[in-house]
């Protein structure tokens, strides 16, 4: 009887002190789930804004001899369409990059030349109605969902020009009018530099400036003077740089 009685008391204090006992073991914390790391790799398309300052110098001539030059700023709002594709190996990041601008740029300035025997005066608009590039990309990752890049390669753009030429006989002051105007999509490189940052899975934000160079062109205009009973050839070889700098928005197909 008193070995029941101890069995029976034995079996009651473990099963009292068990809960106390659970309570007192420590309990591992949940596992954080570890996340992926974000991959840049792969198609994406988007859209920008932003604002283009350029800047046109233009050297004239009269008759194959330099009279003199003349510089405008060409500036305006810009917006457009961006398409590319990355490579991301480890923290580094390579791609290819075209963009596609409707540009509001304007410029225009007044020449007038050191007289001789005419003189000759010009008002010069320019127009960069829009304006693209096809560019390479290389950048690093400095941390989980920024890149930094630099970027460079090819620009090309609509750059229209109007020349209001007068020419005055110095002797006889009798002005003759003229004109010019041309048309033609130009050739240039380009580079610059960027960031962007992904704000959601196939989301990102970025900013980005560029530096376009489109080298020289000339222009040319005869204009008869009966005054003087000849022709007046005048001519500008003009040289067009621009800098953009924009933010933009793009959709990442992972």
């Not at 046109?56 to 917006?79: E, F, K, L, P, R």
């Not at 509001?104 to 003189?119: A, E, S």
């Not at 109605?129 to 090309?156: E, H, K, N, Q, S």
Request: hydrophobic fraction near 45%.
């Amino acid at each position: 009887m008193k070995r029941i009685l101890a069995t029976g008391g034995f079996a009651l204090a473990v099963a009292f002190s068990g809960p106390a006992l659970a309570a007192d073991m420590p309990v591992k914390a949940p596992v954080a789930p570890v996340l992926p790391a974000y991959s840049w790799t792969g198609f994406y398309v988007g859209a920008n804004v932003g604002g283009s300052w350029g800047r046109m110098d233009s050297d004239y001539t009269n008759g194959g001899i330099a009279i003199g030059s003349a510089s405008q700023s060409v500036n305006g709002v810009i917006g457009g369409l961006q398409a590319g594709y990355n490579w991301q190996a480890g923290s580094w990041l390579f791609g290819l990059e075209a963009d596609i601008q409707a540009s509001g740029q304007k410029g225009q300035t007044p020449f007038v030349d050191v007289p001789i025997i005419v003189t000759v005066s010009d008002l010069n608009t320019v127009r960069m109605p829009w304006f693209g590039t096809l560019r390479g990309r290389i950048g690093v990752t400095p941390m989980d969902r920024w890149l930094v890049y630099v970027t460079g390669g090819l620009a090309f753009a609509d750059i229209q020009e109007t020349h209001a030429y007068t020419v005055t006989c110095n002797i006889c002051l009798n002005p003759t009018a003229g004109g010019l105007s041309t048309s033609a999509t130009r050739t240039g490189w380009t580079i610059g530099a960027g960031a962007e940052v992904a704000i959601w899975d196939r989301w990102s934000a970025k900013v980005e400036y560029l530096h376009m160079d489109f080298g020289s062109f000339s222009d040319t205009a005869s204009i008869t003077v009966p005054a003087i009973g000849g022709v007046v050839v005048v001519g500008s070889t003009n040289r067009l740089t621009d800098n953009v700098a924009r933010i933009g928005l793009n959709y990442r197909f992972h």
